[in-house]
């Protein structure tokens, strides 16, 4: 059996404070949303909370899946190296990135020069600047395929997008794994669908991005974003795919948030007769202890 984890929006915080060079445009309006109610949402000891009762269930990998940083400061990305560092080494835990990390123009390089190698596929060089998607990682039996849906976006949007050629080269990577007869998991922060509640933050081109798991298939969609345990099936060319979210690893319990949490796939099988269990464990209300809250079995 190979269990994999997957933790999603982090958002790391405390950060550090802006330059005021920085705090313009959409910097301007998300660091006052975050001094006025975000940061009283992700919290670092949710977090710690959250990451120790991951560790405890010794994964054999790890998935995160965007949203590590909240209004992509410079002074934000290398506290994100430190906290995937603590996490496990580059080799242990696959990276993608999510639109907070990409929050405003000309801030990817920072991305991939401080965590490049958690976002690197088995067959790109060591350099920071050779970072490609989709990227290709094998585990196990599992073919872990990154893609990033990480753009920057006009103020009170929180769109993504792929773009035509990450969408064919997932195209191609998806037949060569399935003749490698292994467990696709296709790794992107926006969720392949959303609801029109949340048109303004959805993946642009989803549908086309679900035309090519639709005819090239995937046994695994897993997602962030949305910050709530998620799933649903999309079509795929001889069974359904299941695609899951999981809510921010930081968020504190109120209303109109779920708890913090993440989720763990224990995949066993082989081509054809794949079994995939997902447990969701979660923190409970009270903050105090995690536990399981559902299992079921997919595929
Ligand atoms: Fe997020
Ligand atoms: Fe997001």
């Known amino acids: 059996m190979f269990v994999l984890a997957h933790l999603s929006d982090p958002h790391l915080s405390p950060f550090p404070p802006p330059r005021w060079s920085e705090l313009v445009g959409k910097r301007a309006t998300g660091f006052v949303n975050w001094r006025r109610n975000r940061h009283l949402v992700h919290r670092g000891e949710v977090l710690a909370r959250v990451v120790t009762d991951l560790r405890a269930s010794a994964p054999d990998h790890i998935a995160v899946t965007g949203d590590l940083v909240n209004i992509s400061l410079v002074g934000e990305y290398a506290p994100a190296r430190s906290w995937l560092e603590s996490l496990g080494p580059p080799g242990d835990v ?34 920071a600047s050779e970072v490609e998607f989709p990227y290709l990682r094998r585990r196990g039996p599992l073919a872990l395929i ?40 296709v790794l992107i922060h926006h969720p392949p669908v959303s609801s029109s509640r949340r048109h303004f933050k959805r993946l642009i081109d989803g549908a086309s991005f679900r035309a090519v798991l639709e005819r090239h298939g995937a046994e695994l969609v897993i997602h962030g974003h949305d910050h709530v345990h998620s799933l649903i099936y999309l079509e795929g060319p001889q069974r359904p795919i299941p695609a899951l979210g999981v809510p921010s690893a930081s968020q504190v319990a109120r209303a109109e948030h779920s708890s913090a949490g993440y989720s763990l796939y224990r995949i066993e099988g082989q081509a054809g007769a794949w079994r995939c269990e997902i447990v969701a464990r979660e923190l409970s209300r009270d903050g105090e202890t995690m536990s399981e809250t559902r299992r079921i079995a997919v595929g």
């Open 94 to 127: 696959s990276l993608v990135p999510g639109n907070h990390d990409a929050y405003v123009r000309g801030v990817a390089r920072h991305f991939r020069s401080h965590w490049g190698d958690y976002m690197r596929g088995d067959d790109a060089s060591n350099h």
């Open 146 to 185: 990154g893609l990033s849906s990480a753009v920057p976006t006009a103020p009170f949007m929180a769109t993504g997008r792929l773009g035509g050629e990450q969408i064919t080269r997932l195209a191609g990577l998806l037949d060569g794994c399935r003749r490698e007869r292994l467990f696709r998991v």
